[in-house]
């Protein structure tokens, strides 16, 4: 079957790879239907391997290269023995983490910060292929109401959900979302589901403020030329934001995200950045303010797909272009890589 492989930084390849075997125990196989590329995808063609295992993958023992692709929808092919083999032909989301099911975080429920775990799509062959091997607890069987192409973006729709609960959004409360970009985004449309009565958005890119305002947001602020923490504080009756999304993972918009943030208010740190942030210590505890960390998702998928199939949210705006599997290195990772794609989410149709 075609599969687009990453071999090492700047090589990616659509290229011929064996189909898997029949799933192990506790796994399934999936017809990919849709694949939505990822940020991380990109930096792993631009400058990886980041998260993948240059080596054997500790629990699953997947060494490059590999198939990417860990956002997707489709069919179920197959089900390993003892698993719930009437899923068989049912159309599913995935939520891709495989866990070891034996260590302290995944005996509490933590999955997902598992201490071995890893990603289909890294630390095992993904899904910009026709068939990927997933585990089989992630499978999220998908009601009518829910097509293929949103079912594509449960996955990154799920790391918001996340982090609105990780945040506490409660109704009426107010928000400020740092970084429009496609996780950005997705905060702000679970955001207004979750009953925020105003949504305020911050981003340098003119295609990205206008796709905030679309997916709900009261403004969308370009910090290049506004004091957003101002802006969002006087529109918050004086008091500012309860809570803060800083989704860029720029360490130097971190301490700005937590100064945003009202007394006694939550600021939520989702965009993974590796360089060093500098906090001002007054700016939490004179101010009582919390930050939390939200990595992926907890079952969360299940949720997003509830909350599309009764009409709470619609995702399709999030979706830029839709291209072939043939051409997914030059129509999307090049220009993304580039930065030279100002839209949201591209997806693959990995049977075109
Ligand atoms: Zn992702
Ligand atoms: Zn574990």
Redesign the pocket.
Known sequence: MRAAVWHAAGDLRVEDVPEPGDPGPGQAVVAVRFCGICGTDVHEFAEGPVLIRPSAHP?TGKAPPVVLGHEFSGMVAAIGPGGPAGLVGARVAVDPCW?????????RGD?H?????GSVGLASDGALAPLVTVPAEGLVPLPDEVGDTVAALAEPLAVALHAVRRGGVGVGDTVLVVGAGPIGAAVVLVARAAGAAAVYASDPAPARRESALRLGAAQAFDPTADDVRREVFLRCGRVGPDVVFECTGVPAAVAGAVEAARRGGVVVLLGVGHGAAEVRPAAVTAYERTIVGSLGYNRDLPRVVGLVAAGSIDPGPLVSAVVPLADVVGSAFEPMAAGAHAGLKILVDVTA
């Open positions: 629990l866990r070891c099911g034996t260590c302290y975080w995944c005996l999955y910060i598992c201490r071995l775990g």
